[in-house]
């Protein structure tokens, strides 16, 4: 079934076409928002500046757009032109005036009754390229819709949710391709990542991110687990034009907290992936947490950026991981350059010179349960880091919580959660949170903004030297880039799972977020 309300007062000619040269010069666009992290680097940095450090105090309410759904809204929207796209869970896209939030049209897809997604029925957002929307749904297919009107070009299944397939994840659109990566890493299901041809739908390559026979790195896996390995990807990726190469994360190995049955470093799960855009062969990978027994997936948007790395400038790729360690590699060659904690951890006792953590065996799941810090939620998770080209900043919205790591015995069936083990809360745990400001080539810390609990918003930092970000007790906040310093607050009524953004209309910069079950749109 398909809603679709459309709005005499826009006509189609008002929504433009997005062609990949447009894409590509997205900076050249500050008031338009084109792709999930705004720019294929991930930076999640809008050169937007009319909100300032001096006036931010005067920000408000500008218009709010109520969805249906009691799902977790967790989508990024695109603007282009005036118009916003959104997602809105469990899968529907939306199409909105960015001036006043008036509904333009809307597409709604029913998810079948038996789908079971591991972790909440939410959709992140929507990519465009030319005249076309892609989404993705809960049953694992891939939509076209027309960008003018919400019709459907072609739907094509990705994989069969029936074994623990699903999508989740803001697909994004290259150069005459869309990529999305799978979820499902708690059924036992076998990751990949996926690029289809943007006109026809047709799949072009396909990266399993688990090795299979007589590939490299498929002796990492034990006898036949590699079969139900997870590492999913169910985050969107990054894209380097000029090197021709997509930088993707992956998630935890399965059954998740037992890893008795599945010896060895379980590539690539909980990696870094370097992939040629045009073939998918793999260039380079790293894995931030080999034989992952504690769910640290890494599964981050990574952050590309260049910098001057013992006095020669780099071309980087950054990740502020779940495992609580801040990395930084040279994005042309894979070399590690460097890894520092940045929360409070003590499953490893560091990392040696390649950035392999040592890992301490007393962490280790057991059946009456570990103490280890962080929880399996990690030091942050799959929300958005933010990169400031002015500061020199990485942003990253931190959690410091500890838990109980328990295992139990993981029997794997089709379609079933494939976990063995789980965690139990620390009693009367104290748990925070905080935005950490660290200096994106070394790590190092240069200012903190404390939160009560620990966050599931990602953070935006601007030109105007501000940076963005929610709380799970539904405060929206600015804060001075540089310094930390709290500028104003708004209490949205809604916890926080999501990305800010911002864009501009008629001159005018507004920053959005979702809360609750509502989209926000504030501006001075």
């Known amino acids: 079934m398909r809603q679709l309300l459309l709005t005499a007062a826009l006509s189609a000619a008002a929504f433009a076409q997005v062609p990949y040269s447009r894409l590509l010069k997205a900076d050249a666009e500050p008031g338009n928002w084109l792709t999930y992290s705004r720019t294929f680097d991930g930076q999640r940095f809008s050169p937007l500046k009319q909100i300032t450090p001096l006036n931010a105090a005067k920000l408000k309410p500008l218009w709010v757009y109520q969805i249906d759904s009691l799902d977790h809204f967790e989508a990024t929207p695109i603007v282009v032109d005036g118009v916003m796209y959104l997602t809105e869970p469990p899968d529907s896209v939306s199409a909105l005036d960015a001036r006043t939030g008036r509904r333009l049209w809307r597409y709604t897809r029913p998810v079948p009754s038996d789908v079971r997604p591991c972790c909440g029925r939410v959709n992140r957002g929507v990519a465009i390229l030319d005249d076309t929307l892609y989404a993705v749904t809960l049953d694992a297919h891939l939509l076209a819709l027309n960008a003018s009107n919400g019709t459907v070009k072609w739907d094509i299944e990705v994989a069969d949710y029936k074994l623990g397939h699903a999508l989740t994840l803001a697909p994004l659109a290259i150069d005459g391709k869309v990529l999305v990566g799978i979820a499902g890493g708690e059924y036992g299901i076998r990751g990949f990542i996926d690029a289809y041809d943007a006109k026809s739908g047709t799949r072009l390559w396909r990266f399993w991110t688990i090795p299979g026979p007589g590939e490299p790195g498929h002796d990492s896996w034990q006898g036949d687990s590699w079969k139900t390995g997870g590492a999913p990807a169910w985050v969107t990726g990054s894209y380097d034009p000029e090197l021709n190469t997509v930088y993707w994360g992956t998630g935890n190995p399965g059954p998740d907290w037992n890893a008795d049955s599945r010896a060895g470093d379980n590539l690539y799960s909980c990696s870094l992936l370097a992939l040629d855009a045009s073939t998918g062969k793999l260039k380079w990978h790293f894995q931030f947490t080999p034989h992952d027994t504690h769910d640290y997936d890494a599964t981050h948007v990574p952050v590309l950026f260049d910098g001057v790395v013992r006095g020669k400038p780099r071309k980087l790729v950054a990740v502020a991981n779940r495992n609580a360690f801040y990395y930084v590699f040279d994005r042309v060659t894979g070399e590690f350059l460097s890894g520092t904690p940045y929360a409070r951890q003590d499953w ?56 109980y790591f328990f295992k139990s015995e993981a029997q794997y069936q089709p379609g079933a959660p494939f976990m063995g083990g789980g965690e139990r809360a620390v009693k009367g745990d104290q748990a925070t949170g905080a935005v950490r400001a660290l200096d994106a080539v070394t790590g190092k810390r240069a200012w903190e903004f404390p939160l009560k609990s620990p966050p599931w918003s990602g953070v935006l930092a601007t030109a105007g030297g501000l940076v963005f970000g929610g709380s799970m007790e539904g405060n929206f906040y600015a804060l001075d880039a540089t310094t930390g310093k709290p500028l104003w607050d708004f209490q949205t009524g809604g916890v926080m799972y999501t990305n800010p953004m911002s864009f501009a209309v008629d001159g005018k910069q507004m920053v959005a977020v979702t809360s609750g079950h509502a989209l926000y749109v504030f501006g001075l």
Do not use: H
Not at 363 to 391: C, D, H, I, M, Q
């Open 348 to 403: 490893a006792k560091g990392l040696d010179d390649r950035g392999r953590p040592m890992a301490d065996p007393a962490k280790e799941p057991s059946e009456e349960g570990t103490l280890v810090w962080p929880n399996l939620f990690g030091a942050t998770n799959w929300f958005s880091a933010s990169y400031s080209p002015l500061t020199k900043l990485m942003y990253v919205a931190v959690r410091e919580q500890s838990s």
